[in-house]
C-alpha cells in the first residue's frame, strides 16, 4: 500500500509493502543511494539514517511505523550546520579507505556532535560503536570527529 | 520442554510435487488436530521424516527422545488398533504397556473427545507416510528408567475425567476451553510444575492454571488476565493476531512459542483463535497487579545522548536502533519493551535468553519473518547482559526487579544461540 | 624493473620487444597516450616470461587548457591505488596535482595486471607508471622544441609548462597538445625519470579523490549501481558448498508479490564459479529477497562426512601424533638436537576459518542483450572473470564489457567473480538487467575462506638460550587432492634459514569448503601461530623477546629464496632489525614502567616483500576484559612512501584489522555448513575497542614496495604476546573471545 513519509525535508510516496524497511525504500523507490545495507540486522551500522534526530539503523525500520517523522539521510546532512562540519572534517582528514560504511558513520557522528558538541573519547565510544568500519579507519574518525567540534569552535 | 539439539539445517524437502504441501493449510480433519496439538513439533526433527521421531528433550532425569509416530509398522505405531492409539494419546501407556514419559502431554489430551481421537488415529494411519526409524534410548541412568513409578504419578496427577463442556459459558468460550485444556496443552509450559514436575492445575479450576512457569531457561508467561505481566491488557482479537502471525502489538513469539505458531496455531482457523481468545480472557488475574502505565522520562533521556548508568549506555548502543529511545519497537515487528509482560514478569530467564541467544525466524504459514532479534552472546559479558536487561526492566514505566550477572552466567551455560536459519517441519 | 626485465634478455626475448607509446588524438581533442610493452605481455600469455611478468599500459589525456585527465587502470576497494598510480604518472609527467583529473578505467586486455592483490600494485606499477608519465613529458619537451627550433635537450619543465631555458620561451602542456601527439614516441626504458629528490606530487599527502562523493553519499559503488529498466536479483545455494538443486518450488515463488522471474540454475563443479541454485528476480531487492526466504528447496548435498570444526581438531591433533605425510623443508638433525636441548618447548596452536566480510555485501549487475553481456563489478580481479563469464555463457570475451565499480572492501574476497557470473546468467535467463545483490548470510556462508590451520610445534634451546631446534608440524587442508588455496606452508617461513636444525612438514585434511586469499594470505595466521611460539621460546631462553628476536636474526645480510616462481629478492635481515629496533624504541618497549596488569608484547613479520614490527600494549582489565592500549607500527618498504596520508591509513587499518580478527573472528563449519551468518556472530573491531596506533616508517635503499597486507600479520601475535606479558596467560588459539577473551572498553 502506498505511505506517504517525511525524507529530507520532502514528501515522498512509496508503494510497498508494511514490512519493508525504510533502508530498502530509501535505496530502491526513492533512489537514494548514499544510505548502505552491510547486514540487515542493525549490527554494522552502514543503513544509519537520522530519524526524529536519533541516530538510526534504517534497515530495521519497518516503512509502516514511520508516520509523520522526518527522516535525514546522508545525502542532505550537509544542510545542517553540524552535518557539514563532519563533511569538512572527513575530507580534511581523509578518513575513508573503501568509504562503504563512512555515510553511515557521519550520520553517527552527526547526531552525537548535535546533542555533545564537545564529546570526549568515552561518548564518542559509546556513539559510534554500532558503527563497523571493515577498513578499521576508527583512529581517523576519532580524530575527525574531534576536528569537527574544532571547527565549530572557531 | 523442547530444545533444538544443535544447529538446524536448511530445508531438506522431498520431491518439489510435495514441497509445496509443507505450508498448505491442512486437508483433514485429524491433520487439523494434529495441528492443533502441534504434534509434529516434538515428533519431527528438522531434517528427518515427518513424525519420525528423534528430537532430544529435556527431563528431570535427563536427555529423552520423542518417539516414531509414522505408521510403520516396525519402528512406527503401524500396529496399533485405535484402543492403543487412545490408550497413548489419553492414558500414556504404550501398546506394550510400558508408561510413556509425561514429556507427552497426556495428561492434556485426556481431555481430547472419543471423535477427535479417532480422527487423529486415522490422519496418522493414513495419510502420514510411514517411515522406517528406530526409536532413541533415553539418557536417563538405568535405575531411574523404571517406568511403574509412572503409574503412580498417573494415578496422582492425571485428569480421568475428560473435558465437560461447561454450561455457564458459550459454545466459543467452551470450544477455546478445549484447546487450551486438551490439544493445544499450553498448560504443559504455562502452567508452574509441583514438586512432582506435575502440572498444578490441568483446568480454570485451579489458579495457577496458566499462571506462568519457568521451563528449561525460558519463562512461559502467564496467560491469565494479570494486568503487568499476564494477558490482562491484551484484548481478545490480540490474543488472536499474536497466535495467528506470532505477533502482535504487545510483543513477539520467542522460545518454544515459534514452534507452536509456527507448526501450529497458525494453521488454526480463526473461529478456533477466536475461541481460545475468548477463553483465555476469562481467566481471573492470580494476583492483584498495578497495570503498567508508560513513563516518558526515559525516551527523554536516551534522546539526550547522556545515559547515566552503564545499561542504558548498553541499551542506546546495542538496543535502541531497534526498539528505540522510547522502548516501543516497531510492533508487531520489532516487539516494544515498553509494557512488554515478558519484560515485567518477576523470572527474568526469558529476557535475558533472548538477549543472549537472540530469535529463531518465525515462520507462520511458511513465510519468514523479515526482522529478526540478533544475538548478544558473543558480544556482551555476563554482567553486561546482566545491565542492559535491569535498566529494561526498570525504564519507560516497567517495574521489575534487576537481574544479576550470575542469573545470566548460569543461562548461558545452560542455553545455546538460536540458529537464524528458517525451520520448517513437515507433516506429510 | 632493470633487473627484473633480465630474464627477457637472457632468454632472447629482446629482440622482438618493442616498447612504444602509442599517441593519438584524443576523441575530445588532445593527446592521448597509451604506453605499452609489448613483448612481455606477450610473454606473460606465451608463458615464456621469468618471475613476475609485467606489462604496461596507461592514459594520459592533456586538454587545450592544461588540464590533465589520468586513467587509473587498477581495481579500487580502499587501497588508495585510484590516487596513487595516477601520482606516479602526473609526477613524471610534470603537472600540477590540482591539475590533474582521475578516470577510473574498465576492464580492458589492453591494460595489464588489472588486479588488487597482493600488494603489488607498488613493486609492479613503480617504474613503469612513471616512464609513462616521463615519456609524456619528452614528446611535450619535443614539440615545444620543435616549434621553437631549438633541441629539446636545451628545454625542461615546470608543472605544466615548457621552457626553453635560454631564451625564456614558455609555451604550456595545453598549447602543445596537438603537437605533441603527432611527436615519435620515445623509448620507454631510456626515457629518463626524475630524481626523486626533486619530487613534487611521490611523497606528498594526497586525498581519495573520491572523497566528497563519500562523504555525501554519491552513488559511487557496485551496489549502487541502476541501469534503464533493471529489476533485482537474490540467488539462493546451497549451505554446503557445492551442493546439487534436486528440486524446489521455484513456481509457488513466481507467483509471489514483485517476482518477475524465478528459476533454477544449473551451475557447474567450480566452486569460484556458476554453482546450482534457484535465482528469484523481483522489482525490488526487498521483494526479491522475502520471495526467496519461502523457497524450499532439496539439495544433495553430498559426502559431508567430518566436515565439522570439531572433527577437523580431533583429526589434527591425531596426525600430529604421527609424522608430517610431506616435509616442507629439513636443515640438520632436528630430533637429535631436541634431545640435546637443554630446554625443549612444546605447544600446539590453532586458528580458524575466517570470511573476508567485505562491508558492501557481493553484488553485481549484468545486462545481458543480443549475445553480448555488460557487467558493473565490484571486482578486485576483472580478468578471469571475463573468461569465466565467456565459458559458462558460451560468448567470446569480445562481448563482454566490464565496468570496474569501487567496492567497499575487497580484502581479497572479490578476487574471485562468482558473484559476477551469477549476474550474468541471471540477466540472460531472466531477459532483463538485473542487479544481484547478496544478503549478509549469503556473502558469510558463500565465501572463499581463510583456511584454519593447525601448528604443533617444538623448540630447542642451549644452556645459554640460543635456538637450535625448532620443528612445526602443520595440519592443513586439502581439496581434491591438492594443498587448498591459501593453506601452503613454504620452506622460507621464518625462523628458516635461521635455525641450524629445524623441520617444517605438513599432513592435510580434505575440506569441502573452498579458500582463498585474505588480506596477507597466509601470513595472517602463520604469523599468529609462529611469533606466538617463538615468543614462547624467547621466554623459555631467559632473553627479553628483542633481544631474543635481535639475536635469531643475527648480522645484516640476504637470505636468499631458493630458486622458483615464487621467490623473492630474498629476506634481508638487517630490515627486519631495523624495523624491530624502531617499534621497540617508539613504543618505549623495557624503558617504560607498565602498571600491574598491563603488558606489551612484540611481533615482526615479513610478507609481500614489507618488513613489519608491531609493539602492542594491552591492559587485562578488572571486568575480565582486554583493553586494547596502543599499537606502534615500524615498517620498512623501501625508499619511498608514495602517498604517505594513505599509507598511514592503511598501515593502520592493517594492524587494526588484524587485532579484530584476533579478537573476534572465527567460523565454525558443522556438517559442511559455515554457522556463522552475520555480525552477531562474527565480530569486527568497533570504535571503543579501537587504540590509537603509531605509525613509523625506515626508508631505506630499497625499491618502494606495498603496505596493505604486510602491516598486518605482526599485530595477531603482538596481543596474545602482550597479554602474555600482561597475565602470563598464552593463547595458542584464535579468536580470543572463545578463550573468554573479548575486549571492550
Redesign the interface.
Known amino acids: 500500500m502506498p505511505y506517504i513519509i517525511q525524507v529530507n525535508g520532502k514528501q515522498h510516496t512509496a508503494d510497498v509493502e508494511s514490512e519493508t524497511p525504510l533502508l530498502w525504500v530509501l535505496r530502491d523507490t526513492l533512489n537514494l543511494k548514499g544510505t548502505k545495507f552491510g547486514c540487515g540486522a542493525a549490527q554494522c551500522g552502514a543503513c544509519t539514517v537520522h530519524l526524529g534526530g536519533q541516530a538510526t539503523r534504517s534497515c530495521q525500520i519497518p516503512v509502516s511505523v514511520l508516520g509523520a517523522s522526518n527522516v535525514t539521510t546522508i545525502e542532505a546532512i550537509g544542510e545542517t550546520p553540524v552535518g557539514k562540519r563532519v563533511q569538512q572534517a572527513w575530507l580534511e582528514l581523509d578518513v575513508a579507505q573503501c568509504g562503504y560504511c563512512q555515510s553511515g558513520q557521519i550520520m553517527s557522528a552527526t547526531a552525537l556532535l548535535t546533542k555533545i558538541p564537545n564529546p570526549t573519547d568515552q561518548d564518542i565510544n559509546q556513539a559510534m560503536n554500532g558503527n563497523l568500519c571493515r577498513c578499521a579507519t576508527y583512529t581517523r574518525i576519532r580524530a575527525a570527529i574531534k576536528r569537527a567540534a574544532e571547527l565549530a569552535r572557531a | 520442554m523442547r530444545y533444538i539439539a544443535a544447529f538446524l539445517l536448511a530445508l531438506l524437502l522431498p520431491p518439489a510435487a510435495q514441497a509445496q504441501d509443507a505450508t498448505a493449510k491442512p486437508e483433514t480433519k485429524g491433520e487439523y488436530l494434529a495441528r492443533a496439538g502441534d504434534c509434529v513439533a516434538c515428533h519431527s526433527v528438522a531434517d528427518g521424516k515427518p513424525f519420525a521421531g528423534g528430537l532430544k528433550m529435556g527431563s528431570p532425569l535427563g536427555a529423552i527422545y520423542s518417539t516414531n509416530i509414522t505408521p510403520g509398522k516396525e519402528t512406527g505405531i503401524g500396529l496399533y488398533s485405535l484402543d492403543d492409539f487412545d490408550k497413548a494419546l489419553r492414558k500414556g501407556v504404550a501398546r506394550d504397556g510400558h508408561r510413556l514419559y509425561p514429556a507427552m502431554p497426556y495428561p492434556s489430551y485426556a481431555k481430547l473427545s472419543d471423535e477427535d481421537v479417532k480422527a487423529l488415529y486415522d490422519f496418522f494411519m493414513k495419510e502420514v507416510p510411514a517411515a522406517r526409524q528406530a526409536n532413541l534410548d533415553p539418557e536417563i541412568p538405568k535405575l531411574l528408567r523404571w517406568r511403574w513409578p509412572l503409574a503412580v504419578w498417573n494415578a496422582m496427577f492425571t485428569d480421568k475425567q475428560g473435558f465437560t463442556a461447561d454450561p455457564k459459558h458459550d459454545a466459543p468460550w467452551n470450544r477455546g476451553a478445549y484447546l487450551v485444556q486438551g490439544l493445544g496443552h499450553c498448560g504443559a509450559c504455562h502452567t508452574p510444575r509441583g514438586w512432582a514436575f506435575q502440572e498444578k492445575a490441568l483446568d480454570d479450576s485451579g489458579t495457577a492454571f496458566l499462571a506462568g512457569a519457568n521451563l528449561d531457561g525460558w519463562y512461559a508467561a502467564s496467560l491469565r488476565q494479570n494486568l503487568a505481566t499476564g494477558l490482562g491488557g491484551w484484548s481478545a482479537a490480540e490474543i488472536t493476531e499474536f497466535l495467528k502471525t506470532g505477533h502482535n502489538v504487545h510483543g513477539s513469539a520467542y522460545g518454544s512459542m515459534l514452534d507452536v505458531v509456527n507448526n501450529s496455531t497458525s494453521y488454526l482457523t480463526d473461529e478456533d483463535l477466536a475461541a481460545i481468545g475468548t477463553y483465555l480472557k476469562s481467566l481471573p488475574a492470580d494476583k492483584t497487579e498495578p497495570a503498567y502505565a508508560y513513563d516518558a522520562s526515559t525516551a527523554t533521556m536516551l534522546a539526550g545522548g547522556h545515559p547515566p548508568d552503564p545499561g542504558a549506555a548498553l541499551y542506546a548502543t546495542t538496543c535502541q536502533s531497534c526498539h528505540r529511545e522510547t522502548g516501543g519497537g516497531s510492533p508487531p515487528f520489532v516487539a516494544p519493551l515498553a509494557g512488554n509482560p515478558t519484560v515485567l514478569t518477576k523470572d527474568a530467564s526469558s529476557l535475558i535468553n533472548i538477549v543472549l541467544n537472540g530469535s529463531q525466524p518465525l515462520v507462520p504459514l511458511g513465510v519468514p519473518e523479515a526482522y529478526r532479534m540478533p544475538q548478544f552472546r558473543a558480544q556482551l559479558t555476563d554482567q553486561q547482559i546482566a545491565e542492559v536487561v535491569t535498566f529494561m526492566r526498570q525504564a519507560w514505566g516497567n517495574k521489575a526487579d534487576p537481574v544479576t550477572a550470575k542469573e545470566v552466567a548460569e543461562l548461558r551455560k545452560s542455553t545455546d544461540p538460536s540458529s537464524d536459519q528458517v525451520v520448517i517441519l513437515r507433516m506429510r | 624493473m632493470d633487473g627484473l626485465l633480465a630474464p627477457f634478455r637472457s632468454a632472447g626475448v629482446k629482440s622482438s620487444r618493442r616498447n612504444f607509446l602509442k599517441a593519438s588524438l584524443a576523441a575530445g581533442g588532445g593527446l592521448l597516450l597509451t604506453a605499452r610493452i609489448h613483448g612481455i605481455a606477450k610473454a606473460a600469455v606465451s608463458g615464456e616470461a621469468g618471475p613476475r611478468e609485467i606489462a604496461l599500459n596507461a592514459y594520459v589525456r592533456v586538454a587545450p587548457d592544461g588540464s590533465v585527465t589520468v586513467t587509473a587502470k587498477n581495481p579500487e ?4 591505488i585510484k590516487v596513487m598510480l595516477p601520482m606516479l604518472i602526473a609526477e613524471e609527467l610534470d603537472v600540477s596535482w590540482d591539475k590533474v583529473r582521475i578516470e577510473q578505467a574498465g576492464y580492458d586486455p589492453k591494460y595489464p595486471a588489472q588486479v588488487a592483490g597482493g600488494s603489488q600494485a607498488t613493486p609492479v606499477n613503480w617504474l613503469p607508471m612513471r616512464r609513462v608519465g616521463a615519456a609524456g613529458r619528452q614528446m611535450l619537451i619535443q614539440a615545444a622544441a620543435t616549434t621553437w627550433g631549438v633541441q629539446a635537450s636545451e628545454c625542461d619543465t615546470t608543472p605544466g609548462v615548457v621552457r626553453h631555458q635560454a631564451s625564456g620561451h614558455t609555451l604550456s602542456y595545453g598549447e602543445l597538445a596537438e603537437k605533441a601527439a603527432a611527436v615519435k614516441v620515445p623509448d620507454l626504458e631510456k626515457v629518463p625519470l626524475k630524481d626523486p629528490k626533486t619530487f613534487r606530487i611521490v611523497g606528498q ?1 594526497m ?2 579523490v ?3 562523493k ?8 557496485g ?2 549501481v ?1 541501469v534503464p529498466g533493471m529489476l ?1 536479483a537474490v540467488f539462493q545455494k ?2 554446503v558448498h557445492g551442493g546439487k538443486l ?7 515463488i513466481r507467483k509471489l ?1 514483485g517476482v518477475k522471474a524465478a528459476f533454477e540454475v544449473k551451475g557447474g563443479t567450480d566452486l569460484r564459479g556458476l554453482l546450482d541454485g534457484v535465482a528469484v528476480v523481483a522489482d ?4 526479491a529477497n ?1 520471495a526467496r ?7 544433495d548435498e553430498g559426502d559431508i562426512t567430518g566436515q565439522n570444526s570439531a572433527d577437523f581438531a580431533r583429526k589434527a591433533a591425531e596426525l600430529a601424533k604421527g609424522a608430517p605425510s610431506s616435509t616442507v623443508r629439513k636443515n640438520g638433525d632436528p630430533a637429535g638436537a631436541l634431545a640435546k636441548s637443554a630446554k625443549v618447548v612444546e605447544a600446539a596452536y590453532h586458528y580458524p576459518f575466517l570470511s573476508h ?5 557481493q553484488n553485481c549487475t549484468a545486462s545481458f542483450v543480443n549475445g553480448k553481456v555488460e557487467i558493473w563489478a565490484p571486482t578486485q580481479n576483472p580478468a578471469p572473470g571475463s573468461k569465466l563469464v565467456a565459458s559458462t555463457l558460451g560468448i567470446p570475451e569480445s562481448a563482454i564489457k566490464i565496468n570496474m565499480i ?6 581479497g574476497r572479490r578476487l574471485s567473480n562468482d558473484y559476477m557470473v551469477e549476474a550474468a546468467w541471471i540477466s540472460k535467463e531472466a531477459g532483463a538487467p538485473v542487479k544481484l ?1 547478496w ?3 549469503d556473502d558469510m556462508r558463500h565465501d572463499l575462506y581463510r583456511p584454519a590451520g593447525y601448528h604443533f610445534f617444538k623448540g630447542g634451546l642451549d644452556g645459554a638460550g640460543k635456538l637450535i631446534a625448532f620443528t612445526d608440524h602443520f595440519v592443513t587442508f586439502s581439496q581434491d587432492g591438492a594443498v587448498a588455496n591459501s593453506a601452503n606452508l613454504e620452506p622460507t617461513e621464518f625462523p628458516a634459514r635461521l635455525v641450524a636444525n629445524l623441520e617444517l612438514g605438513t599432513s592435510m585434511m580434505p575440506l569441502r569448503a573452498p579458500t582463498g586469499p585474505l588480506r596477507a594470505p597466509r601470513s595472517n595466521g602463520l604469523g599468529f601461530a609462529f611469533q606466538s611460539f617463538l615468543d614462547e621460546l624467547a621466554h623459555a631462553s631467559g632473553k627479553d623477546p628483542v633481544a631474543f628476536a635481535l639475536d635469531l636474526l643475527g648480522e645484516p645480510r640476504v637470505l636468499p629464496d631458493p630458486p622458483g616462481p615464487r621467490a623473492t629478492p630474498g629476506f634481508h635481515t638487517g630490515r627486519m632489525r631495523g624495523v624491530i629496533e624502531l617499534a621497540a624504541e617508539k613504543s618505549g618497549w623495557g624503558k617504560t614502567k607498565l602498571p600491574k596488569g598491563t603488558g606489551m608484547g612484540l611481533a615482526y613479520y615479513y610478507s609481500h616483500l614489507g618488513y613489519f614490527a608491531e609493539v602492542v600494549q594491552a591492559t587485562m582489565a578488572a ?3 582486554i583493553q586494547l592500549d596502543k599499537v606502534w607500527i615500524a615498517g620498512d618498504i623501501g625508499s619511498q612512501i608514495i602517498n604517505p ?2 599509507a598511514e ?2 598501515a ?3 594492524a ?2 588484524g587485532l ?1 580478527t584476533a579478537i ?1 573472528h572465527g567460523l565454525t563449519i ?2 559442511g ?1 559455515i ?1 556463522q ?5 562474527v ?6 575497542q ?1 587504540p ?2 603509531e605509525v613509523h616508517f625506515r626508508v631505506t635503499d630499497f625499491p618502494p614496495t606495498g603496505l596493505g597486507e604486510p602491516a598486518l600479520p605482526p599485530s595477531l601475535p603482538a596481543l596474545g604476546n602482550a597479554i602474555f606479558a600482561a597475565t602470563g596467560q598464552r593463547i595458542r588459539s584464535l579468536p580470543f ?1 572463545d578463550q573468554k577473551l ?1 575486549a ?2
Open positions: 576497494c580502499g587501497q588508495g599527502p586525498r581519495n573520491d572523497g566528497e563519500i562523504v555525501t553519499g554519491q552513488p559511487l559503488f551496489i549502487d541502476t533485482y546451497c549451505d534436486v528440486s524446489s518450488n521455484v513456481e509457488a508479490p525490488s531487492w526487498w521483494r522475502r526466504q519461502q523457497l524450499q528447496i532439496t539439495w566480510i567485505d562491508l558492501e555485501p569501487r567496492c567497499g572492501g575487497g580484502f545483490v544478503t549478509r548470510e571486568n575480565g576484559l596520508l594513505n591509513n592503511q593502520q587499518g592493517a587494526l584489522d579484530g573476534g558443522e556438517k555448513k554457522v551468518g552475520n555480525f552477531d556472530t565480530l569486527p573491531l568497533r570504535m571503543r579501537s590509537p596506533v573471545k573479548n571492550s572498553a
